[in-house]
């Protein structure tokens, strides 16, 4: 009976047959859950958006979009407008901005440049703006993108997070709970980004709308998944730590 | 003030599965570096050397009978200048002989070390054995995690040797002994004969007349080596190496796939198969007075006579024919 | 038609990033699952080959007496034994220390001392390749501690005539200084446990990094020595070595620690200067690598994807400002987004370039706990590590237009003594 630990240079953490086949059962299962739940999902959230944008004072209204075999209800607000003088401003402040950050090194490197790259895109969003007149997505089609963009993420979120999950020996209630929390999380998430973004941007304007998905929309969402990843990775750490007792006298 | 309770919300809810890494960073509890073993140097002999000086006090301290061991609560030691174990028997006790300890066929027991020699009848169980002397064991014994002999090991056959088996001098392996590590100044086997593995169709096959003497010689596949051959190189194969009868190789030998080394062939330096190791009759590893390795990560097979200068490594079992 | 070469782009980035994604996640795979492929620290031998090491130095003076008697304290026959610390036109004690060990030890220690001329790693690994009384030859970085058996695990790989060059493990030491350090030794574990260790599974091209390694020297001067021109003299050592049949075999349980940069401004330049040399071997060596006869398809494209980790950045960074006119334009395609939301996780490190679920792996299996709970931080990183990177490639060609030998810059030091 071997009861050496292996030096971590040979150890393996191979998944059995009895955790990779569940584990590909459960990823199909919440698929097809997502799916045939989309449409119910995706009214609700709308719906439940609807009623905070509302309750914000911001007047909206639903709207209905196709999308794959979807019938999507985006909200329909309005954005005040900018003109010159504003989008001028917009680029001149985003210039100084960059560089009053950048000389003086307000913040630490990687924030730094995150600032930076914000102002960026707000300052060339106004120049675009300056130049063209408008941008190429008004306030209803920027809304039908972020619900597309949405519904799209949940879409493929199960099968990106189970593939993921397959490689690790998570036990069958782990893989199916840290699969169901990613889906679920990221409808919460997205939800409330939604709403959070049509009050701003029925504030703002579209001065934000580039940054605002571009910077804190569904491009960050893999940071939060990753988090919900890695306290479920420690989870399983504590339980693999627990190995057989080494001969005694090593 | 919804408005922002909305995007507060909206952060709050991102930031939610990051906050235990928050806490890990505010307050680190698992922040220390790696440890490596700076100290480690390898030593086929690790587990016997470690063993022997932790019983060094019990051994000197001239006590007999039963004491305690290790400051364990749950273990004993029996101490004795001659400990014998009736056939059949069992013991949960180590036994440390000062001279001699004699094991009767079927016992039983833990863990055994006599000072002069430890002699086991046919089927003794133990779970190490260890000798500043002589090591014997009959037939059909089995070790389920080391035995070590300072001067010679004779294994009968049928034989488990757990991990490793190790010797300071002679190692001598009977027929049908299983092991995964075997140890000595020369591992000799005293068994059968088993059929080697088939040579491959169409591996490239070299004959002294078609090895340049120096540099080393590298076969991209399969690769069989004719017999008689000498090479003064070093050789690998990225497939498996076939080496046929009264070849000499002065070199190391490797292969990706499987090292069959037929009758009477002998490698002077190192053999590595990746996936398997056959030594035929008579065959040899490495050259007396200097150790070297016969190395698997598959199975292992000797044949009669089969001898290596050194270790054998076989990480899935290996055994004499 | 700008709206379609941009998509066209974009579709371009996506690409590149499933590929890596599923590079990475086959790595993975093949580090957790198959049997792991044997290295030769097992061969057990009385009689070790001659070898040398050596140990290049710019001042430091701090370090030196550390690695010295590390080397001198290893388990390798002393008589088999040659150590060559280069003393690279140092300005401290550094010299006077050298002088002193081979006073001491004058059969084992040799100092060579540089007093002019090119200064940097290449150029002193290309003296010693004169000066090496061995064919194999093992380098240390100053600051690194080897430990007693690391000589001889590193040594046995050339017992495969095969092999030109060995690596083993970096560890940071001072993994657990701050937050940087704590990201870092991320994705060293990443980097090494897991993607170094399955490239060497796979036999395709594991990397041979310019420390805690080593190469054969008739090998290396074959193919013409070492490249003054780069900062990356180990990249583009493996690709050659490759290029010409030859192997590179990584060595998991050779362990040793190393420093990682403890401050912002050290990592910039640290990584600027991979980059940079990096993209120089990218450049060199890429054709090189596709039409050598003595490599597989799959070593192939393992090799263009491992030289070519360090043009990816500005890369994804141009991508997403494509993205951004894109978007400007009303017309960003939603499949570019969705799979850069996923992809992305590909890139969220640059150093050792390990995905988040390949350093979880490798966190696992070297036993870790909380700090797995780092693993989202290693995204704050993102664009601060692609600025550097971009900053390597662009200064890479500048080198090249000018035709100009970069100048060698080493990472500072954070340690102040051997103790």
Request: charged share 15%.
């Amino acid at each position: 009976m071997r009861s050496i630990r292996p030096h971590r240079c040979y150890r393996r953490l191979a998944a059995p047959l009895s955790h990779v086949v569940p584990c590909i059962l459960i990823t199909l299962a919440v698929e097809i859950l997502v799916i045939l739940t989309a449409q119910p999902l995706e009214h609700l959230v709308s719906s439940v958006d609807a009623s905070i944008v509302t309750a914000a004072h911001v007047p909206v209204s639903l709207g209905s979009e196709q999308f794959l075999w979807l019938n999507l209800a985006p909200l329909e607000f309005t954005m005040p407008s900018h003109d010159y003088i504003e989008l001028a401003a917009y680029i001149l402040v985003g210039a100084v901005a960059i560089a009053v950050v950048s000389i003086f090194r307000l913040f630490p490197p990687p924030l730094r440049f995150f600032v930076n790259f914000n102002f960026l895109i707000v300052a060339g969003e106004a120049s675009y703006l300056l130049l063209a007149g408008h941008l190429g997505y008004a306030s209803n089609t920027f809304s039908t993108l972020m619900l597309q963009t949405m519904t799209a993420i949940w879409l493929v979120l199960p099968l990106f997070v189970g593939t993921v999950t397959i490689l690790f020996p998570f036990a069958i209630l782990m893989s199916l709970t840290l699969i169901l929390t990613s889906v679920v999380f990221d409808i919460v998430l997205a939800a409330s980004r939604y709403a959070a973004f049509i009050i701003i941007l029925s504030h703002s304007g579209p001065i934000m709308m580039a940054d605002l998905y571009l910077s804190f929309g569904p491009l960050l969402d893999v940071i939060p998944l990753t988090g919900i990843f890695a306290v479920f990775l420690g989870l399983l750490a504590r339980r693999l730590r627990h190995e057989p007792e080494a001969w005694e006298w090593l | 003030m919804l408005a922002i309770l909305s995007v507060a919300a909206f952060i709050a809810v991102f930031a939610l599965p990051l906050v235990p890494g928050l806490f890990e960073l505010a307050r680190p509890r698992d922040n220390s570096g790696l440890p490596i073993q700076l100290g480690y140097s390898r030593d086929p002999r690790f587990f016997s050397q470690s063993f022997r000086a932790k019983i060094a006090p019990l051994r000197e301290s001239g006590s007999f009978g039963r004491v305690p061991f290790l400051d364990r609560h749950d273990e004993r030691a029996s101490l004795g200048t001659l400990l014998t174990l009736a056939p059949k028997s069992h013991t949960s006790h180590v036994q440390i002989a000062r001279e001699q300890l004699i094991c009767g066929a079927g016992a039983t027991m833990t863990d055994g070390y006599g000072a002069k020699s430890v002699l086991c009848g046919d089927a003794v169980e133990a779970r190490t054995l260890c000798s500043d002397g002589t090591l014997v064991l009959g037939n059909g014994c089995s070790v389920e995690r080391w035995v070590d002999a300072e001067s010679s090991l004779d294994v009968g056959n049928g034989c488990s040797l757990g991990m490793s088996a190790s010797s300071g001098g002679v190692v001598t392996l009977g027929s049908g002994v299983r092991f995964e590590r075997v140890f000595g100044e020369r591992v000799t086997v005293r068994g059968g004969v088993a059929p080697s593995p088939q040579r491959v169709k169409d591996a490239i096959t070299l004959r002294e007349s078609d090895i340049t003497k120096s540099p080393n010689v590298i076969v991209r596949g399969d690769a069989v080596v004719l017999e008689g051959t000498v090479l003064d190189a070093s050789i690998k194969a990225q497939g498996s190496l076939f080496i046929e009868r009264g070849v000499r190789i002065m070199g190391n030998a490797v292969a990706r796939g499987t090292l069959v080394l037929l009758d009477e062939s002998i490698i002077e330096g190192h053999a590595f198969g990746e996936r398997g190791l056959f030594l035929g009759t008579n065959s040899r590893i490495g050259v007396p007075g200097q150790g070297k390795t016969a190395y698997t990560a598959g199975r292992a097979v000797l044949c009669d006579g089969a001898t290596v200068h050194g270790w054998i490594v076989s990480e899935q079992g290996g055994w004499s024919a | 038609m700008v709206v379609v070469v941009l998509q066209a782009y974009a579709a371009f980035v996506v690409l590149v990033m499933v590929v890596y994604a599923v590079r990475h996640w086959y790595f993975t795979m093949n580090r957790l699952w198959a049997p792991q492929r044997p290295y030769y620290q097992d061969l057990y031998d009385t009689e070790l080959p001659y070898i040398t090491v050596v140990v290049p130095m710019h001042n430091e003076a701090a370090v030196a007496t550390g690695v010295i008697d590390a080397l001198l304290n290893s388990t390798y026959p002393m008589d088999r034994l040659e150590i060559l610390p280069f003393d690279d036109q140092s300005h401290d004690d550094t010299s006077t220390i050298l002088h002193d060990y081979f006073e001491r030890y004058p059969l084992i220690v040799k100092p060579v001392y540089m007093l002019g001329g090119l200064r940097g790693k290449p150029n002193a690994l290309n003296v010693a390749l004169h000066l090496a009384t061995h064919d194999i030859i093992l380098v240390f970085d100053a600051d690194y501690t080897p430990g007693k058996d690391i000589l001889r695990a590193l040594t046995m790989a050339f017992s495969d005539p095969e092999v030109g060059a060995v690596m083993g493990r970096v560890i940071p030491l001072n993994g657990g200084k701050n937050f940087l350090t704590r990201l870092l030794s991320l994705e060293r574990s990443g980097g090494y446990q897991v993607d170094q260790q399955a490239r060497y599974n796979l036999d395709l091209i594991p990397q041979y990094g310019g420390t805690v390694g080593g190469f054969r020297r008739s090998m290396v001067t074959d193919i013409g020595g070492f490249d003054l021109s780069t900062l990356a003299e180990d990249t583009d050592l493996t690709a050659r070595l490759f290029i010409e049949g030859r192997k590179v075999v990584y060595s998991n349980g050779s362990e040793c620690y190393e420093e990682v940069p403890e401050s912002w401004p050290a990592r910039f330049r640290q990584l600027r200067r991979w980059s940079r040399g990096h993209n120089r071997a990218f450049f060199r060596n890429v054709i090189g690598i596709v039409r050598s006869t003595h490599l597989s398809f799959f070593q192939k494209l393992d090799g263009v994807l491992l030289l070519a980790v360090y043009v990816i950045p500005p890369l994804l960074l141009i991508g997403f400002v494509a993205n951004a006119v894109l978007f400007f334009m009303g017309a960003l395609p939603l499949w570019s987004v969705v799979a850069v939301v996923f992809f992305v996780v590909a890139f969220n490190s640059f150093g050792n370039f390990a995905p988040v679920y390949e350093i979880g792996a490798a966190e696992l299996i070297d036993g870790a706990g909380r700090r797995l709970l780092l693993l989202p931080y290693l995204y704050y990183l993102f664009l601060f590590n692609s600025w550097a990177v971009t900053h390597g490639l662009i200064d890479t060609f500048g080198d090249l237009l000018k035709q100009r030998s970069p100048h060698w810059d080493k990472t500072a030091r954070s340690r102040v003594s051997n103790s």
